[in-house]
């Protein structure tokens, strides 16, 4: 068996049985779903040919004992230095591995921030280096023009010497930053390193970016995951295919570790039981009897956010019924569904510090001071999707997360629907490194 990297594409001669059923993916249909081959074979010619990203997995599956010849045009040295010059010491291992592998994909936190990432990864590969391989142009992708926008205007900051073009119809021959659905539009063939912002987005979403990707074939690809929490990633596997397996990760506690990021705790309070039996398996109905619909649970919430310390700073989510009855009853600020304009400004006005104390049905900044976070949801451990995450700014800074547990919600002996998602989300925040306390009352609360 002979294994040949080419120019987009990785070519089996002879394979091993084996390896067909590494290579297929589930794809959910509404009939249920079915498993769909990653690549093509000829019995004549005896030859399977499949994305370049799975070269690892290959050499991996075969211990090794089948060696890959690499056909690819040959990447230049990257430039150290430049590159990890933009990042903290506590990421530069991470970012050095990275650019060392020469693609793949990368998990970092949201602190991280994905636009420091592709600024050292085009300072490592500068445009003089890639026009010698001739291939000069780096290619930037993103989700939506709003991503475009956003990548645009913070990577024009980190380098104000580098020539960024915004869309398929620019004259840059240096940096180019497209739509995924625009990868077709531009020069491909001049295209020497790619880098995909949000690369695991969606296993479907990137089903449909598979062809725009695929068709720039002499470039270096790098994909960027980026969370909450950050760290190693069950990468999809046509995600895989595209740009190769997790090379390198970085995470949120590795921040707090070295004193770079503020650390988060989490104070697990009781969740008072309601009146009403919950005997509903919907979990929407279930959350609006349990909290929504519990006067002591909005009394003790709204408590907690009468009493929070303007200087400390308090954000909660919930329930836009809920959130609605509490506004008009301690007179805070409600961003909600009304009008981009007005919700951007007071949005705005939270991540600068200037509102001290909002509810939020549904958006969040960024980053913000705020040292307090009231999660009144009753969700899984998908509900952990944001934290009040920042940058370590004065020695003792902390922030914390008030979280609520039902552990009344049992079922013949046996926890129910919430008390679960209690538990997957002590679980998620224990991934993220975060610490967590029990408290009985509102008084034991350490910001108050």
Known sequence: MTLQLGR???????????????????????????????????????MLVTLPGFANRLTALYKGLFKIRDERTPMPEPDFKAALGLMPEVWRPAMEKFIAEGGGIMSIPDLMGPVKVMASILRAFPRDRLLDRGTPISLIAARDSRC?????????????????GVGPDT?????????????????????????????????????????????????????????????????DIAVEGLFGPLTASATYDDAVKAKAAVPVTVCWMPCPRPNAPLVSADLDTLSALAMHRNRAFVKMVSDIMRETPPVVGCLMTGHHEMLKRIS????????????????????????????????????????????????ATCGGADAVQWFPWREL???????????FHHKWDMHNGRPGRLARNDEARERRYADMGFSQIQLEDVKQLPFL
Do not use: C
């Not at 001669?13 to 059923?21: A, G, I, N, V």
């Not at 475009?148 to 960024?164: A, F, G, Q």
């Not at 991540?351 to 980053?367: H, N, Q, T, W």
């Not at 004065?394 to 979280?403: A, L, N, P, S």
């Open 8 to 46: 987009g594409s990785l070519v089996v001669q002879w394979p091993e049985k084996e390896l067909f059923s590494s290579l297929v993916m589930f794809r959910h249909t509404k009939d249920g779903g079915e498993y769909e081959e990653l690549f093509t074979y000829s019995p004549e010619r005896h």
């Open 148 to 164: 475009v926008h956003s990548i645009s205007y913070d990577l024009r900051r980190l380098l104000p010497d580098r020539e960024i």
């Open 171 to 235: 004259d840059s021959e240096d940096i180019i930053i497209v739509q995924y659905e625009h990868l077709d539009q531009v020069p491909r063939h001049l295209t020497g390193v790619l880098i995909a912002d949000d690369a695991g987005y969606d296993g479907s979403d990137i089903n449909a970016r598979a062809e725009g990707i695929s068709g720039i074939r002499n470039a270096a690809r790098f994909g960027i995951i980026s969370s909450p929490a950050g760290g190693d990633k069950d990468v």
């Open 328 to 375: 008009k009853t301690l007179n805070v600020a409600f961003v909600t569904k009304k009008s981009y304009k007005h919700r951007k400004v007071i949005l705005d006005d939270i991540a600068s510090g200037v509102i001290r104390k909002a509810l939020l049905d549904g958006y969040f900044p960024e980053s913000s001071s705020h040292g307090v976070m009231i999660s």
């Open 393 to 403: 700014a004065r020695e003792g800074d902390k922030v914390y997360i008030v979280d």
